[in-house]
């Protein structure tokens, strides 16, 4: 199984800040990798797939990056319902795996 | 519009059988596939299997292999998650989501989750 990285596992910021989440691949899965959203209680949001293509009707605050086996996703300017959860997640071979979550809370 | 609408909460015991379906509309079901993903209370998500509703080929990941069962009715549009005999380790929240057969991409649209207890 690919196993999927992120780090840090939480993060504290600021409201406007720009903060960055790396997600590390244990080997190549090319661009298949995507982001997810996940607010408490609630239903996970496709935020980014293929690295870096935004998923229908997300802002462009949000941005991803990467090749290979390391890749980021940058939040810009946050804004209070950005603290969420995020996870990356690849799907270049079965069984597609999630890395562990990254908490991302209000300083 | 898309929307994947999921069966309501579940109580069960130990022990017991359970089926929750994961209902597609606003696409056509049959030429998308629908993932399971579990998140356990508290965790991150596990991702359980994909199902192509429009030839039920379906691949599971080797942590949930004969532990539960998926299966697809592309008539309805529906999708299951089956399990056979429950244990308290189910208890789970239990979404699914779809995923256009494309390569590139990942799992766009998600259902609201069906909420799974398993306690005596």
């Known amino acids: 199984d690919i196993q999927m990285t992120q780090s840090p596992s939480s993060l504290s910021a600021s409201v406007g800040d720009r903060v960055t989440i790396t997600c590390r691949a244990s080997?190549?899965?090319?661009?298949?990798l995507g982001w997810f959203q996940q607010k408490p209680g609630k239903a996970p949001k496709s935020l980014i797939y293929?690295?870096?293509t935004l998923q229908s009707g997300v802002p462009s605050k949000f941005s991803g990056s990467g090749s290979g086996t390391d890749f980021t996703l940058t939040i810009t300017s946050l804004q209070p319902e950005d603290f969420a959860t995020y996870y990356c997640?690849?799907?270049?071979?079965?069984?597609?795996?999630f890395g562990q979550g990254t908490k991302l809370e209000i300083k | 519009e898309v929307q994947l609408v999921q069966s309501g909460a579940e109580v069960k015991k130990p022990g017991e059988s359970l089926k929750i379906s994961c209902k597609g509309s606003g696409y056509s079901f049959a030429t998308y596939w629908i993932v399971w993903v579990r998140q356990m209370p508290g965790k991150g998500m596990e991702w359980m299997g994909i199902?192509?509703?429009?030839?039920?080929?379906?691949r599971y990941s080797p942590s949930f292999q004969g532990q539960v069962s998926m299966s697809a009715d592309k008539s309805i549009n529906t999708a299951y998650l089956q399990w056979n005999s429950l244990k308290a380790s189910d208890t789970a929240m239990y979404y699914c989501?779809?995923?256009?057969?494309?390569?590139?991409?990942?799992?766009?649209?998600w259902g609201q989750g069906t909420l799974v207890t398993v306690s005596s």
């Open positions: 997640q690849q799907y270049n071979s079965y069984p597609y795996t």
């Open positions: 293929a690295t870096s």
């Open positions: 989501a779809r995923k256009p057969a494309s390569r590139e991409a990942s799992f766009d649209y």
């Open positions: 199902i192509q509703p429009g030839d039920s080929d379906t």
């Open positions: 080997q190549g899965i090319s661009n298949q």
